[in-house]
């Protein structure tokens, strides 16, 4: 199956909301991604022992955790606790200690230049995540931050730009991140700072800001790929193999 829907691309967990595939969009030039490749998602750190079985059933071998080290103490990943996942730690912000909106994002108006600002201020990171895609270029990967909506959104966005995809695809699938989250919410609430909740929503508009100053500076995501440090040849292997 090539097109798929909303609900064919999500994957239906007990604890673990906003866990999606990333297939089933169209490019620009008429291909599909590619199902069972690459799963955004919010932290495994409630999910239960069925919501591991249906990951592994479903093809995920390896675990990106993008979270900072005060995430992970405080909200521990079930996943990293499970030897059938390869987890991978990549802190997505500099601090160690950081919760979930760190001081140095606070100056930017909205969360459309908190993404710009990690595209600028966190290469060596982003450049570490695809480097994990690389080495698992026909693994099913499945990537989160505890939302699954700022980190795993902006890791998203580059891998559907990255393939083609139309830029109102990228936008709807960062936008379905709130109304999956509702349940989850609650809990981020309390580990935020009042003047921090706005942080929880996902405006289209907050993509839309990100992918402008992408195309604006870079002209596409694989031209951001290889400014940070990616070879053409390793940026084009990672397109081919996320389209079919």
Known sequence: MQYMTREDRYIELEHMPNTRDLGGYETQDGHYTKAHHYVRASG????????????????????????????????????????????????????????????????????????????????????????????????????????????TGIIAALLLDLAGCHEYDIVKDYSESYANNESINEELDKMMDEDAKDYLQSSPRYMMIMLDYLHEHYGSAQAYLESIGLSEDEVMDLKDSFII
Request: aromatic share 12%; hydrophobic share 40%; proline share 2%.
């Open 44 to 151: 495994p750190y409630l999910c239960t022992d069925h919501d591991l079985d249906t990951l592994y059933d479903y093809g995920v071998r390896v675990v990106i955790d993008l979270r900072s080290d005060f995430e992970k103490g405080v909200m521990k990943s079930r996943l990293a606790q499970d030897d059938r996942f390869e987890n991978i730690e990549i802190n997505l912000m500099d601090s160690q200690v950081v919760k979930v909106v760190p001081d140095e994002v606070r100056e930017y108006r909205d969360l459309g230049g908190v993404y710009i600002y990690a595209l600028e201020a966190h290469k060596e990171q982003i450049k570490a995540v695809f480097k994990v895609f690389l080495e698992h270029l026909y693994d099913c990967v499945l990537f989160h931050c505890s939302a699954g909506k700022d980190r």
